[in-house]
């Protein structure tokens, strides 16, 4: 059983940046994969980044990519996602969510546990 609690979240204007956070706990944290989500006002949940359990391998979303980076601190059970550069489209409630199979997923799922969500708004 793995809990998960996002935090760092709230409102910026466009061009800044949020750091999210996810604690997680449970003792299979160090083996599950890690994902973020977000999911803006009528519309579906949408993978953001995805890490690895050793965080050798990440994936972005192609509307993220080169603006957030995904890492984590298997020591700390945490995992954040740095997020630079935000649009007004980046507004939505953002998710963090673990997978025991330590292989890249991008639908929902595939993932085993969720947090509660952390809500970024970004003002143009």
């Known amino acids: 059983q793995v809990q998960l609690a996002e935090s760092g979240g709230g409102l910026v204007q466009a061009g800044g940046t949020l750091r999210l956070s996810c604690a997680a706990s449970?003792?299979?944290?160090?083996?599950?994969?890690m994902g973020w989500f977000r999911q803006a006002p009528g519309k579906e949940r949408e993978i953001v980044a995805f890490?690895?359990?050793?965080?050798?391998?990440?994936y972005y979303a192609d509307s993220v990519k080169g603006r957030f980076t995904i890492s984590r601190d298997n020591a700390k059970n945490t995992v954040f996602l740095q997020m630079n550069s935000l649009k007004p489209e980046d507004t939505a409630v953002y998710f963090c969510?673990?997978?025991?199979?330590?292989?890249?997923?991008?639908?929902?799922?595939?993932?085993?546990?969720w947090g509660q969500g952390t809500q970024v708004t970004v003002s143009s």
């Open positions: 449970g003792r299979t944290f160090s083996s599950a994969a």
């Open positions: 890490i690895s359990w050793s965080g050798q391998r990440t």
């Open positions: 969510a673990s997978r025991r199979r330590d292989s890249l997923s991008t639908i929902t799922s595939g993932y085993d546990y």
